[in-house]
């Protein structure tokens, strides 16, 4: 059974951050250069990210308990603990601080693009933000990495 819950937190790390580059460099570029509807890009790239942020959530709090079961309160005194924190804090933000600021922005515009509306401003700077944090949860998730492959394989002392 051991076994099973350490491999089950290597998947997901894996998941959690393998998920994030996939999609966010990979995955939703390329569907901003295939598809020909912005629209429609940016609506299936807002689906794959909220997929990705409910994925996120499991991922980072099956890790806080299986870090709490290896280490008990040991947990928070290691760097890694607070990595996860911090990235959990970071989609919590994402998904339900700004994204529905932008979805609101999306229905305000209609039957606009929000892009070709006078809400486009505001629009491109709360999309700024999110792919700053998207880009700093993404570093974290590097370190989260880099910082769970050390041979314990467990919420190590980072």
Request: net charge positive.
């Amino acid at each position: 059974m051991k076994k099973l819950i350490d491999g089950l937190a290597v998947v997901a790390v894996s998941a959690w951050a393998g998920g994030m580059w996939a999609i966010g460099y990979l995955a939703v570029p390329l569907l901003f250069l295939s598809l020909p509807d912005r629209m429609l890009a940016g609506l299936l790239a807002g689906q794959m990210f909220a997929g990705m942020a409910y994925a996120g959530l499991v991922c980072g709090l099956y890790l806080l308990g299986y870090g709490y079961w290896r280490s008990g309160k040991q947990i928070f005194v290691q760097k890694i603990y607070w990595l996860v924190i911090a990235m959990l804090l970071l989609v919590l933000l994402g998904q339900f601080g700004l994204q529905p600021l932008m979805a609101e922005l999306k229905t305000q515009a209609l039957p606009l693009d929000v892009m070709h509306s006078g809400l486009a401003g505001r629009f491109r700077m709360l999309h700024g933000v999110a792919s700053i944090l998207y880009l700093v949860q993404s570093v974290l998730a590097l370190i989260l990495v880099l910082g769970f492959s050390a041979p314990a394989r467990s919420l190590p002392a980072a």
